[in-house]
Nanobody
Framework: QVQLVESGGGLVQAGGSLRLSCAAS????????MGWFRQGPGKEREFVAG????????YYTDSMKGRFTISRDNAKNTVYLQMNSLKPEDTAVYYC?????????????????WGQGTQVTVSS
């Protein structure tokens, strides 16, 4: 089992920044690819960004490229999502997830463990 706890969400004005953190405990963190997903009001959960076990491979949804940055610190068992130039449409609950599979994926179905989510609200 891997336990994931997100933090860092909140209310921010459009154009502002937030840094989300996801602390992992349980099994060896470096054995897992990590992903950030989000679910807006009335929307399906969508992939935001992913990072491979060693941090060398990064994936982003096109609309987040250049604004969001995913990173990880395996020594601290933590993955981060730096979000800049936030827009009202970024308002959502943000989740981190861990995937023990062979390859880093962008689909919700491949991730084994999920956090409880943190709310991000961007006001216009």
């Amino acid at each position: 089992q891997v336990q994931l706890v997100e933090s860092g969400g909140g209310l921010v004005q459009a154009g502002g920044s937030l840094r989300l953190s996801c602390a992992a405990s349980g099994r060896t963190f470096s054995n897992y690819h990590m992903g950030w997903f989000r679910q807006g009001p009335g929307k399906e959960r969508e992939f935001v960004a992913g990072i491979s076990r060693n941090g060398r491979t990064l994936y982003y949804t096109d609309s987040m490229k250049g604004r969001f940055t995913i990173s990880r610190d395996n020594a601290k068992n933590t993955v981060y999502l730096q979000m800049n130039s936030l827009k009202p449409e970024d308002t959502a609950v943000y989740y981190c997830a861990a995937d023990s599979g062979a390859l880093l994926k962008m689909t919700t179905t491949t991730y084994d463990y999920w956090g409880q989510g943190t709310q991000v609200t961007v006001s216009s």
